[in-house]
Each structure stands twice: as C-alpha cells, then as structure tokens.
C-alpha cells in the first residue's frame, strides 16, 4: 500500500545526511563540506517495502535547535510543527560516528521533541580510524531509538535501515521516553503554563515555545498569553538555553563514558594541533595557502597540457577529413563550421575542468579548505566581511550561482548582501576556457627553474586579480550599505585525513558531465545560431558578393586562387547578419583593442562566458578556413589579422580581453540568481552596470598602456 507517512532527514553539516537521501531516493544533489549548500527543503520517496511507499524531506544541516541563519529556521520550522506545508510523522536523524560527542547534542535535542525517531550512524569507518569503538546496542538502550550503522557510499546498512522505519510505520512506535534534561531545573511553572495552553507539547518543546514564539504561526493571543507567562514568571532565554546545554553535556559526557571507547584521543588531537601550529602559522599559514594555489594552477596546465593537445589533434583531424568527405554545400557547411566547431570548443577544455575540480575536491576533504577560512578571515573583516564568506566565494571559483546561494548560511544582513555583490568577480569555472585559450595565443610557454609555467602563473595572477578587485569592491560597499548588526565568526576546524579518492573522481566525472551537458547544450545552440548568422546576410548585397567574386576568381591564377577565397571568405563574413551586428559595436570597443569579432563574442557570452570559445570557433571556421585546412582554432587566432593588416591578438589586446572577462557581468544565470536571493531587481542591476563599467574600465587602462 502507499502511504502518505512523512520523513524529516536531519543532522549536523557534513555528517553525510545528503549522501543517504541520494541513496535513499535515487535523485542526484550537490554534496557539500560546508554548511549552507542545502538551502532548501528538497522531497523525495522510496520504497521501504513491498507496497509501502514513504516521503522523505531532505532539511538543512544545523548544529541544534537554536536557529540563527535562514536555512536553520527552516530545518527548524519543519522540526517544531511550524512549517505550513510539511508536518513529519517521524524523524530520520544522521549522526556522524567520527564526531559522536558533537552530534549527541542535537541528537537529544530531537529526542525530546517527542516524535519517533531512527538514527543513521555514518562515518563509521573515520571512527574505527580514529581508534574509536562504539557499543551501538548499549548507545541504543541509553538513547531509547533505534540505531542503525550505514555507509550511503557503498550501500551498506541501507536494507536494515529500512525495516528500522518500516517497524516504526507498522507497529506505530512511541517516542523515546529519555529525557536528556531535568525541566524541573530550568523553567518548571513556565514550562506547566504554556502546556495549558497547548497540551500535546512535550517539555523542551514548550521552552521552545517560550523563546520562539512570535515566529511560530500561533494565533495572536496564544502569543500574548505566552508573553504573559514570560514576564509573570521571570523567563530568560539565555540563561534557559545555557543551562540546558550544560545539562544536555553532562549526559552526553555519561552516555560516551557508557557506550564508547576512545583509542588515545590526546595523541589524535596533538597530531592535529602541530598540523595546525605550522599551517595555521601568522607567517607560514599565508606562505602555505599562496603555495598551495601556485600548484593548484600550474597544475590545470601541466596535466590537462597532453589529453587537450590530443583533443585538438583529433578534432583537426575529423574537420580535414570531413571537409573532403561532405559535399561542398551549406549542409556539410552547417556540420564542419557549426556543429563540429561548437562540439570542439566544448570538448577542448574538459580536461583542465576535471583537473581543477578534483584538486579543490582532495583540499576539502583532507580538510585543508576549512583552514582557508580561518587564515583569510582577518582579511575577509578588513573589507566588509567575515571568515564565511569565504566558503561561498570559494564556491565561486566553481559557480557563482550555488556560491550566491550558500551565501544564506551568513547570519549578518549586510555581510550576506556585500558577499552576494562580489562572489561574480570571483572566476568561475565558465571563465576557464576563455583564460586557456588567450593565455595560449599571448603568453609564451616558457618553464622556469624546470618546473614554473609563465602561463600557470599568469593564470593564478587572474584568479587573484579577481579575488583583490572582490574585496577591493567589499570594501567600498561597506560603507554605503548600513546595518547595526554584530557578527560572529565560529568555525568548526574537521581533523585532517586522507582524502576519498572515489569522491574525487566522481566530482570530476560530475563536473566535466555537466559542463559538457548543460553548458555543452547552450554552447552548442549558439554556435549554430552563429552559423546561421554567419553564413547569411541581407539577401542583395550578399548575393552581389558572391558575384563579384566570382567573376574575379574564374580569372585569377591558380596560385592566387586559394587567396582569393579566404577573402571572399571573409568579405562574405562582415557582411553577414553576425558582421553587422559586430561593426555597429565595434567603435565601443575598439578603445579596449577589441574588433568586430570580438565584439559578437562579447555578446554571445552574455547567455555563458565559455561560450566566447564556442563563437570564436564558428566565427574562424566560417570566416577564415579553406578547404582541406584543419588549423586548430588556437592556429587560427593567432593568424588573424584585422582590416590593415595587423595582428588581432597582440599582448595588449589580449591582456585587455583577459582583464575584461576577469571583471565583466556575463552571466544571465547569475542575474537571474541575485534578483532570486536578494528579492529585488535593485541589487542585480548595480551589480551589472559596476562590473560592466569596472571591466572596461580596467581594460581600457590596460590596452591603452601595454598598445
């Protein structure tokens, strides 16, 4: 039978509470190492017997019951029977075992909620790693649930999980009686008065009722007859919630002396510490980080340098042999120069995507990235903003568009806002295909001390560039944007170990599936669309081209022939739909050292940055390749010459074009996301004027000081 029986998934951030919905449900999310990633409530079903159909809510991560960003107020509403829409028949909690002292806390929190609850216990490997050994039937008798060992990676425990649930489905199970706080010690006659009002509420949930209440959807005089009850009997919010965390403690102290041996923890926390003293050092910890980047980047060049020069070789190939396989008509036209240059300018850059995303995938699971945060939130405070700022413009180096939305896990108003406003300076992914491409056309690939790339260094000096001009434009902000806010930063430090090597590789596969996919599809659209553009013009004038030309190729020599056609080539290009939409924008940019092509790529790239790749291929295949020439599309731009002869892509043209996409706006996707994040069209709208205007700005200065 289906049942309409409703599951809250809950637990701390990082205790694996994402991987076993994906498990559970058969849908795919993003995995996070940080809190915040999870924003939203996300529903799923699964099958927990034959015939027995449940719905599982995926919530937040959080800490405890004591909410103070916005994704922990919804874990919370949900948690409290506040949420309008959701109202959980029973609890799935997730409990990592590697750090069961912490997740006990929140574990006895749920508890005495009094809703049936199971528990998954994860990273029970880490624990046997860290020597741990945890007696789960003794945890089980002192917790009063059902406790239940998983590994959601390799699928083990899931089945015994599930009859766990389907046992409390069918034999309607009671709450734990286990009450891991004496009422009578915090607030007695507070805590009596307000369950007169509402009977079925179990004690800590009506000291949540006295702290919470005007957030709760209780009827305006519920919420004065509480306040009533507040000041009648003297109630404190702080004090209350102290005590009981001390209290809370106190148990968990005697359930882990019970039901847990620890192997030598004061020689796992040293060991931890002397990393720390050296990588976490004033001097050292700065020197480490700048190092640690130095590598990341060169190493996108020094590993992705052999699979990309293959990728390009291949693709050379298949357009020589095509151009002598197809027919000489529009339709083989359409597949050389639309269709296989856009699948090119796709395929060329997964290498590097790959590489990248499973070097920051080894530093957040050894647990290196954490300690980013710590090091840079002296700096981050200096410009507006605080140490978690850093995990969402971290994410940005990825994509701005989760970056914006993790930014909800900052408790500041202010520090959300400025941390929204200059995640997209941050470069993201899309941008990388555009750096690889014009650092190869201008920067020499030069080895110094026989290990440093020129263009690797090039390359991080962009992803700093991007970072400085970030905090640079914090800075700014912070002093039109007003708030009396106070902010804290707190930041749980995870042991180091050893990376998941698993985990790295599917987050590469994951990263390079969906640039091919979901990048790939727009990449692909617009390059045909710029084919169409490219090839046709108004009907006359291209029509008296083709002609003219004509008549001057039946009566030129055969060895000027071939040269004649790439003029007619590129003749027919500036008068096409494209060329006149890129000579109208050229007198704008032309000042940067931009020309018309350039300028089609700038606006093409609007829907996506790396679609500039994808353009430039359609615009070079069309205007300039000859029939058996199989250049690659980096051979091709480093040829191409404008109207006086002169070369497009010298250093300073492409200096200003790197300067340009490092700070311009050219994300509609991240627009849309901003206006989403910030509920107004005020922010997205200064966000894109001062970064456009910023980035010609810089580019300007750039060309004009290098031409």
Request: proline share 4%.
């Amino acid at each position: 039978m289906n049942t309409n029986f409703h599951i809250a998934l809950v637990g701390n951030p990082n205790a694996g509470k994402t991987s076993l919905f994906n498990e559970l449900t058969g849908m795919h999310q993003k995995v996070g190492n940080f809190p915040g990633v999870t924003v939203d409530k996300k529903v799923g079903s699964f099958q927990v017997a034959p015939n027995m159909q449940v719905n599982l809510i995926d919530l937040p991560g959080t800490y405890s019951l004591y909410p103070r960003r916005a994704d922990e107020w919804v874990a919370y509403k949900v948690l409290l029977q506040q949420d309008e829409l959701i109202k959980p028949d029973m609890i799935l909690l997730v409990a990592d075992a590697s750090n069961l002292r912490r997740n006990l806390l929140f574990c006895s929190q749920i508890i005495d909620l009094k809703i049936p609850v199971v528990v998954a216990l994860t990273m029970t490997d880490l624990a046997k790693e860290k020597g741990m050994k945890i007696d789960v039937p003794g945890l089980e008798i002192e917790l009063g649930v059902s406790i239940i060992p998983v590994n959601p990676r390799k699928q083990k425990g899931i089945e015994t999980l599930k009859k766990a649930i389907e046992n409390v489905i069918v034999n309607n199970s009671k709450p734990s009686s286990a009450e891991f706080i004496y009422s009578s010690m915090l607030a007695p006659k507070a805590i009596s008065e307000v369950q007169q009002l509402f009977p079925a509420l179990s004690n800590y949930k009506a000291i949540h009722y006295l702290i919470n209440h005007e957030s709760f959807a209780i009827s305006a005089a519920h919420n004065n007859a509480i306040e009533k009850i507040e000041l009648r009997n003297k109630f404190n919010p702080t004090k209350t919630q102290a005590e009981e965390i001390m209290q809370r403690y106190a148990r968990i102290k005697h359930i882990m002396q019970q039901t847990v041996v620890e192997s030598d923890p004061l020689q796992k926390s040293l060991r931890t510490e002397k990393m720390d003293n050296f990588l976490l050092h004033k001097t050292w910890g700065y020197v480490i980080l700048l190092s640690v980047l130095f590598l990341l980047f060169q190493s996108v060049f020094w590993l992705a340098k052999f699979p990309m020069d293959f990728i390009e070789w291949i693709f050379g190939i298949l357009g020589g042999w095509f151009t002598t396989m197809l027919p000489n008509n529009w339709l083989g036209d359409l597949f050389i120069n639309g269709f296989l240059a856009g699948l090119s300018g796709i395929m060329i850059f997964v290498p590097q995507i790959m590489i990248l995303f499973g070097l920051i995938t080894l530093l957040e699971d050894s647990g290196y990235m954490a300690r980013i945060s710590f090091l840079t939130d002296k700096l981050m405070r200096k410009s507006g903003l605080n140490g978690k700022s850093v995990m969402p413009m971290i994410s940005g180096f990825a994509c701005a568009v989760p970056a914006i939305m993790s930014a909800r896990n900052i408790e500041n108003k202010k520090e959300r806002l400025l941390t929204i406003m200059v995640t997209p300076l941050l470069s993201c992914s899309a941008r990388l295909p555009v750096y690889t491409i014009l650092i190869s056309l201008i920067i020499p690939s030069q080895i110094y001390l026989g290990f440093i790339s020129l263009q690797g260094l090039v390359m991080m000096g962009l992803y700093l560039f991007g970072t400085m001009m970030a905090l640079l434009v914090a800075w700014v902000m912070k002093w039109f944007i007003r708030s009396t806010e106070r902010s804290f930063f707190i930041l749980e430090l995870p042991t180091y170990r050893s990376p998941r090597w698993k985990n790295m590789f599917y987050t590469m596969y994951e990263k390079a599936r969906i640039f091919v996919f979901d990048a790939g599809k727009i990449i692909m659209l617009i390059s045909l669309l710029l084919w169409v553009l490219s090839s046709f013009g108004p009907g006359e004038q291209m029509q008296e081209l083709k002609k003219a030309y004509a008549q001057k190729i039946e009566v030129v020599r055969k060895e000027e022939k071939a040269s004649m056609l790439r003029e007619q080539k590129n003749e027919l290009l500036q008068h096409s739909y494209a060329g006149i939409i890129g000579k109208q924008l050229e007198p704008a940019i032309q000042p940067l050292g931009f020309d018309w092509k350039i300028g089609i790529a700038l606006i093409t790239s609007f829907a996506a940055r790396e679609v500039f790749v994808g353009t430039m291929a359609t615009l070079y295949s069309v205007g300039e390749n000859e029939s058996g020439d199989n250049k690659t599309l980096t051979q091709k731009m480093a040829l191409a010459v404008n109207d006086k002869g002169e070369k497009v892509y010298t250093l300073a043209t492409g200096l200003s074009l790197l300067i340009f996409y490092v700070l311009a706006m050219q994300c509609m996707s991240t627009i849309a996301i901003v206006k989403k994040e910030t509920r107004s069209w005020k922010w997205p709208i200064i966000q894109l004027f001062y970064m456009t205007g910023l980035a010609y700005f810089c580019s300007l200065i750039i060309y004009q000081l290098l031409k």
